[in-house]
């Protein structure tokens, strides 16, 4: 049990950024409340923000302005190399501990939990001396961490890849059985992979995450006219409200051959992912969910920070992959042909369900509760 303890999320969302860390988050935070803990975020304003969200969930919000990024800041200079994202936090590292500074000093909390590839051990250390226990989400192992306890729920990693990165005595949780999903995920399985022991191809659910800037599922949904679906077969799109490209998709489903439907803002996606036959969906977070209820996929690498998650999984044999968006147009009718033998959806389902049980947010929490004592 976590008791009466006060967690700090520091995740941002963006159109650059998307949706998944704050999301995952999210999910944390409320299995963290079930147990009894006061949460609270603190988030840039970016364009694409999820500070409505959060405070639909109940959460208390600490708002980080766009305009921070113009502060000076005193303290040391700033290092000559910088994260790979750094680009992607609107601030240098020492204006966004600052300005965190003042909020975790009135908090005083037990946890802060940091989900962000644009800041690391500078961030960190600057922040160090206001809580009592560092929890990193993580999932590139490119860059260094002065921190109690380090999640990465890829495929692919291992404890060694973060051997230089972490301190000596941080513990480690690695791999996709620590995989933060909903608990609807982990409650579902059962019924999802039930019903993939007579796979056929009549429903295709498209999600390429919330916000889908290079608009795959556009794409997506251009490629599949060229592929010879059954005439029963039905397609649903699944997006977020701050999808730029949201108008475009609504206009292209209505013109499709098969009945398509776009469904925005949904809170049922466990269910979606259950009735559907195939998902063609983007590589990131959401994989795992996927995995969890044995869902046969083609997957589409959307960043370069989803390669190495991407290709551990087509090395297992769970998914079909499409490595950039502008290949959909070749490689998803051939992808659709595969799965047309239903010997290969059953494959499919049945190596990705080894990779996921829907358990970790448990498994994370536990070791928190551990080191609270």
């Known amino acids: 049990m976590v008791n009466k303890i006060t967690v700090v999320f520091r995740a941002d969302a963006s159109l650059q950024i998307g949706s998944g860390h704050v999301i995952r988050c999210l999910t944390l935070a409320e299995a963290l409340r079930v147990e009894g803990a006061e949460c609270h975020f603190i988030c840039r ?105 380090l999640l990465d729920q890829n495929l692919g990693h291992t404890e060694r890849d973060y051997t230089t990165l972490v301190p000596s005595d941080c513990r480690l949780m690695v791999g996709p059985q620590y995989a933060l999903l909903r608990p609807e995920f982990a409650e579902l399985r059962k019924q999802s992979l039930e019903r993939r022991h007579s796979p056929e191809l009549q429903h295709i659910l498209i999600t390429m995450g919330g916000v889908d800037q290079a608009n795959a599922t556009g794409v997506s949904l251009d490629a599949l006219k060229a592929c010879s679906l059954p005439a029963s077969c039905r397609i649903s799109v699944v997006m977020g409200l701050n999808a730029p490209n949201l108008a475009e998709v609504a206009g292209a489903a209505a013109n499709m051959p098969w009945p398509t439907e776009v469904l925005v803002n949904i809170t049922d996606m466990a269910e979606r992912m259950v009735s559907a036959d195939v998902v063609i969906g983007a590589a990131g977070s959401t994989s795992w969910e996927r995995c969890c209820l044995g869902v046969p996929t083609i997957m589409v690498v959307l960043a370069d920070n989803q390669k190495s998650a991407a290709e551990a999984l087509l090395s297992s044999g769970s998914v079909e992959l499409i490595e950039q968006v502008k290949n959909i147009p070749m490689q998803l009718p051939t992808a659709i042909r595969v799965l047309a033998n239903e010997s290969k959806l059953s494959e499919l389902s049945e190596s990705a369900r080894r990779i996921c049980d829907g358990l970790g947010v448990q498994k994370v929490i536990k070791k928190m509760s551990d080191m609270n004592g």
């Open 45 to 149: 304003e970016h364009p694409g923000h999820l500070l409505d969200l959060i405070r639909s969930k109940g959460f208390n919000i600490h708002r980080l302005s766009t305009l921070d990024s113009t502060v000076s800041s005193g303290g040391p200079v700033r290092p000559s190399v910088e994260p790979r994202h750094a680009h992607w936090l609107g601030a240098t590292q020492l204006q966004d501990a600052e300005a965190c500074q003042k909020i975790l000093e009135d908090l005083k909390p037990d946890w802060l939990v940091v989900d962000h590839y644009a800041l690391d051990v500078q961030w960190e250390t600057s922040l160090q001396a206001f809580v009592h226990h560092l929890l990193v989400i993580d999932d590139l192992a490119d860059r260094t961490h002065i921190c109690d306890l």
